[in-house]
């Protein structure tokens, strides 16, 4: 059971160019969701899905996309990256009690550089 | 609006009591509350969950007053290695998580 992976661990960008961040889970989770945590500051929310095929956004949704073919995979993608995406990004996964989250597991995380 | 507020940092001391409180205002009956940890390069990892009164687990105690406006986390007996950044979330319906800003805890010897 290796939980919630993220790839790559870091990346560096140049400005305009992209790339998607991936991010699987082996717990059958329904929830999905991408944060992004910028030096000393807390988690903001980017997208998130509730299951397959269903994805909506979250605080800072601009300048990502997302989607949900599969339960165990979310892959975030940077559509045209810029300075202002530099920071940590974390996926983490959790089962649905109706419609609350339980308990939510995180990744170890990407730390992107955008030049 | 939901707001979850809690304070910025704290300091301590090896082997004492600790306890962080959170402010969330505007909660329901069946929203719950939570705390994460996390450590530096890492990402947030579970500590303690519950609803109303107390739950304890093996690592800390969760207190949550009848009017559940607040919550307080405490962690008995710190070492070193509690320190860390506490977040205060709370969980409401349609899928919504409100997480305070957290709280950096520093452990001193």
């Known amino acids: 059971n290796a939980g919630v992976t993220q790839t790559p661990k870091f990346q560096v960008l140049k400005t305009g160019q992209s790339m998607t961040l991936q991010c699987a889970q082996d717990m059958n989770h329904e929830y999905m969701s991408w944060y992004r945590q910028d030096p000393g500051m807390g988690l903001r929310l980017i997208h998130y899905?509730?299951?397959?095929?269903?994805?909506d956004q979250g605080e800072v949704p601009n300048g990502y996309n997302v989607s949900r073919s599969t339960t165990e995979d979310f892959p975030l993608r940077l559509l045209s990256a810029a300075p202002s995406q530099t920071s940590v990004y974390f996926c983490a996964s959790s089962y649905a009690s109706g419609t609350y989250q339980e308990t939510q597991y995180f990744g170890p995380g990407t730390r992107l550089l955008v030049l | 609006l939901a707001k979850t507020t809690q304070p910025i940092s704290m300091d301590s001391y090896e082997g004492q009591e600790v306890n962080i409180t959170c402010s969330h205002n505007?909660?329901?009956?069946?929203?719950?509350i939570t705390w994460y940890q996390q450590f530096p390069s890492q990402g947030p990892r579970f500590i303690i969950q519950?609803?109303?009164?107390?739950v304890t687990n093996e690592v800390a105690s969760l207190f949550i007053p009848a009017d559940r406006k607040s919550s307080t986390l405490s962690l008995p007996r710190v070492s070193l290695s509690d320190t860390a950044v506490y977040y205060c979330l709370v969980g409401y319906s349609n899928y919504q998580l409100i997480w305070g800003a957290g709280t950096k805890l520093i452990i001193k010897p």
């Open positions: 899905s509730v299951g397959a095929g269903i994805t």
């Open positions: 519950g609803y109303k009164t107390k």
């Open positions: 505007n909660i329901a009956t069946n929203d719950y």
